[in-house]
């Protein structure tokens, strides 16, 4: 059982670049969620989706678009990469009592 | 508004107890969680309590609710050089599938 998974681990991009982080689950969760951690801040919401085909925004959406297009697949895209962006990223997935996070990508935006 | 609240950093001696403090401020809350994070890891589920508890215990863990206060804190028995890392207390928002993040406290343990 892999839980979350989550690709890449790393990745350095330049400014204005897109690219999209990976997020899978094997756990049948309806809900997931993408934060961002950055320094002092904890963990901010940035996109969540409560089912397949249904997305919504959280605390800090711009610049970012998700899709849900089956259960197990959650990906998060950066549309023009800025050095804002610069965080590590997590993905997570919830049962009903339970919030269940992916091991994170380290982005650079240079 | 929703918020929760932690210090930033906590120092303790191996050995010692190490009590980790959070507030918040939702009283709608369903259960309240702490995280452990790891250097270049992601967040570990330690345990959580359902809101209507005061108290509970898992092996060096033990956690104290007061819900008047709204206080939750993390108490490590024996502190090890191995539970060195940052702590999230979070909370679970009644009817949502919606998680609330402290900022984290990052426990150092001093051999």
């Known amino acids: 059982n892999a839980g979350v998974t989550q690709t890449p681990k790393f990745q350095v991009l330049k400014t204005g670049q897109s690219m999209t982080l990976q997020c899978a689950q094997d756990?049948?969760?309806?809900?997931m969620s993408w934060y961002r951690q950055d320094p002092g801040m904890g963990l901010r919401l940035i996109h969540y989706?409560?089912?397949?085909?249904?997305?919504d925004q959280g605390e800090v959406p711009n610049g970012y678009n998700v899709s849900r297009s089956t259960t197990e697949d959650f990906p998060l895209r950066l549309l023009s990469a800025a050095p804002s962006q610069t965080s590590v990223y997590f993905c997570?997935?919830?049962?009903?009592?339970?919030?269940?996070f992916g091991p994170g990508t380290r982005l650079t935006v240079l | 508004g929703e918020d929760v609240e932690q210090s930033l950093f906590l120092s303790v001696r191996e050995g010692d107890s190490s009590v980790i403090n959070c507030t918040y401020t939702?009283?709608?809350?369903?259960?309240l969680y702490w995280y452990k994070q790891e250097p270049g890891a992601g967040l570990q589920l330690l345990t959580y309590?359902?809101?209507?508890?005061d108290m509970k215990q898992d092996q060096r863990l033990t956690v104290l609710l007061n819900k008047k206060d709204k206080h939750l804190s993390l108490r490590i028995a024996d502190t090890q050089t191995g539970d060195s890392a940052i702590y999230f207390c979070?909370?679970?928002?009644?009817?949502?599938?919606?998680?609330?993040f402290g900022t984290g406290t990052r426990l150092k343990v001093l051999a």
């Open positions: 756990m049948n969760h309806e809900y």
């Open positions: 939702d009283s709608s809350s369903t259960y």
């Open positions: 989706s409560v089912g397949a085909g249904i997305t």
């Open positions: 309590i359902f809101s209507n508890m």
């Open positions: 979070a909370e679970s928002i009644r009817g949502t599938y919606k998680y609330i």
């Open positions: 997570a997935s919830t049962s009903i009592d339970t919030q269940y």
